[in-house]
């Protein structure tokens, strides 16, 4: 018993004497026993949910983009955004066809109308500012969008096809050419990459009904053909979701109905009229399929042509992409597919109306490059390569004149001492080159005008047409006397032979050069000219009353 007492007290002294002692505890990694504190200091290096030092990079990589892309691609990128942002803010400018008519919403144009404001208020509306600042906005929110691509794939698979997904992206040819143009098209693109974020994929973390039916009705309103990428989308949550009334009751129906209500109250204020475009939109272009009038293609253009040349030398990882991924991301390959099928109907056809699918391609270019071993390394380099020339050639090169020309068109009239008594014509296939919002100056322009018929009329021809019948007789016509002659003239190096006597005979002489691009045939040349009169004659009545039809 002694014994087992002895025993006792000194286990009791032992541990008494640790008591005494620093003991050190192992410390736990796992995010659960991270105070609050420690928690906001690790986000402190987060932005947009990523490391700081990518979304920058992100950034200015389309910064560099933006100031890379100096050519034209379509007029929409300027009639339908900045030409009537232009016109919303300064009270001149030309609303095309369209706006007449009420197809198109002043949703889009009015984010671009604020920057104008804020920068006509600030006293720095210069012409420079006017064209870049936009564009600026543009590349910013397709690096929100490329961002959240990124994010995105790391939720639903990992960082390392994640990053893959990630150089795709940033390395596509025409989403370098597009992502940092004013187009609907474009924006269109940035709302469907943001919303498939919140979109209840299986394996997202970041999945929210509200959130991503929001910035899909926010596309819808700024370009109804936005419903059909997000239809097979649409159908397959409806049908995967146990609280189907509640989906639509307390989701859907409350975030069309606000959407709608702001996309209709800004047409009222600016239309002067209710009015929905959305459907005169959708009746234009889908029931009555007036959109052939600006050209058709066969039903299978955009698998042939069009599809095969966005993707680019991503083809064939898009391929090899498609066979690896895994099933739960067949809803996207679905997606591409019934995309194609429904644009194939119709007649017009453009590669720019595809361009909202290409970033769930690039989903399946990512799964190619992540299961490439040996040629790993050759492959990044061809796919780098490849569409840097690409890139760098439509962005620096190929149809830059109708925009280079525009500064030409800047200096008649802030440098011309005589500015009422300068006037442009401009003798291009309409809408070549952007207006207004390029020149920011109240100068008389007149270009040849291109509405389509919508009266039925058999054997329709626009003043475009009938102007390229035969250029010489409708100068002459047009143009009888020398108090009718605008001062400069600007049509593309084509043309210069077919209208050469009417240049001698009104003393028009080539003052500047635009280099275009090389085509072999057509009404677009290689070069843009621009003609001015030695002896200037009296204002133009004809360019002098159609501006003040336009403030």
């Known amino acids: 018993m002694e014994r087992g007492r002895e025993d006792a007290s000194l286990t009791l002294r032992g541990l008494q004497n640790r008591s005494h002692e620093k003991i050190k505890l192992r410390k736990r990694k796992s995010t659960l026993y991270f105070s609050t504190q420690e ?22 990589l389309r910064i560099l983009n933006c100031f890379l892309v100096q050519t034209s691609f379509v007029p929409d990128e300027y009639w339908q955004s900045l030409e009537v942002a232009h016109h919303m803010v300064f009270n001149y400018g030309y609303l095309t066809w369209e706006w007449t ?8 144009p009015l984010i671009f109308a604020s920057i104008y404001k804020i920068l006509h208020l600030l006293g720095k509306d210069s012409v420079q500012l006017l064209i870049w600042i936009p564009r600026l906005a543009q590349a910013l929110l397709s690096a929100v969008a490329d961002v959240r691509l990124y994010s995105l794939m790391k939720q639903l698979e990992n960082q390392e096809v994640a990053r893959w997904v990630f150089f795709c992206q940033l390395c596509s040819w025409f989403t370098w050419y597009c992502c ?13 990459i943001i919303a498939l974020f919140y979109y209840p994929l299986e394996g997202s973390k970041s999945m929210n009904s509200v959130k991503y039916s929001s910035l899909v009705a926010l596309a819808f309103i700024i370009r109804p053909t936005a419903v059909i990428p997000w239809t097979p989308l649409l159908f397959r949550h409806f049908c995967q979701e146990p609280r189907k009334l509640d989906l639509i009751l307390h989701h859907f129906l409350p975030v069309g109905f606000a959407t709608l209500s702001l996309s209709l109250m800004i047409d009222r204020i600016f239309f002067g009229q209710w009015t929905l475009v959305q459907f005169n939109f959708l009746k234009f272009n889908v029931l009555q399929n007036l959109g052939t009038f600006y050209g058709s293609h066969p039903w299978h253009w955009y698998f042939s042509q069009g599809f095969p040349v966005i993707l680019g030398t991503h083809l064939p990882f898009f391929i090899h992409g498609c066979y690896l991924a895994p099933k739960r991301h067949r809803i996207l390959l679905v997606t591409v597919l019934w995309t194609l099928l429904v644009y194939s ?12 699918v290409l970033p769930f391609c690039m989903v399946f270019c990512g799964y190619s490059l992540t299961h490439l071993k040996t040629w790993k390394k050759p492959a990044l380099s061809f796919l780098f390569l490849s569409n840097l020339f690409l890139a760098l050639y439509t962005g ?15 200096k008649v009239c802030y440098n011309n001492p005589n500015k009422s008594s300068a006037s442009i014509f401009i003798m291009m296939p309409c809408h070549s080159t952007p207006y207004y919002s390029h020149v920011h100056c109240p100068l008389p322009m007149r270009f040849l005008q291109c509405p389509p018929d919508l009266t039925g009329k058999s054997q329709y021809l626009d003043e475009a047409d009938v102007f390229y019948l035969n250029p010489l007789n409708w100068l002459h016509r047009e143009f009888h006397d020398d108090a009718s002659l605008p001062t400069h003239l600007i049509t593309f190096s084509i043309l210069e032979e077919e209208i050469s006597a009417f240049l001698i005979s009104s003393n028009y002489n080539r003052t500047a050069v635009f280099f275009h691009t090389h085509l072999p045939e057509g009404r677009i040349g290689s070069h843009v000219y621009v003609y001015e009169r030695k002896l200037k004659g009296k204002f133009n009545t004809k360019m ?8």
């Not at 620096?396 to 800047?410: A, F, Y």
């Not at 002098?544 to 403030?551: A, F, M, P, Q, T």
Request: hydrophobic share 35%.
């Open 345 to 356: 109907m119709l007649s017009h056809k453009e590669f720019r109306f595809i361009y909202p």
């Open 544 to 551: 002098n009353s159609e501006l003040s039809e336009i403030n």
């Open 396 to 410: 620096l090169v190929h149809q830059r004149g109708t925009l280079d020309v525009m500064s030409h068109i800047q």
């Open 39 to 60: 928690k906001n200091a690790r986000r402190r290096g987060d932005l947009l949910g990523e490391n700081i030092h990518l979304v920058l990079f992100t950034i200015a």
């Open 101 to 108: 008519e009420r197809l198109r919403s002043y949703t889009y």
């Open 180 to 192: 940092t143009r004013t187009l609907t098209n474009t924006m269109e693109t940035v709302l469907t």
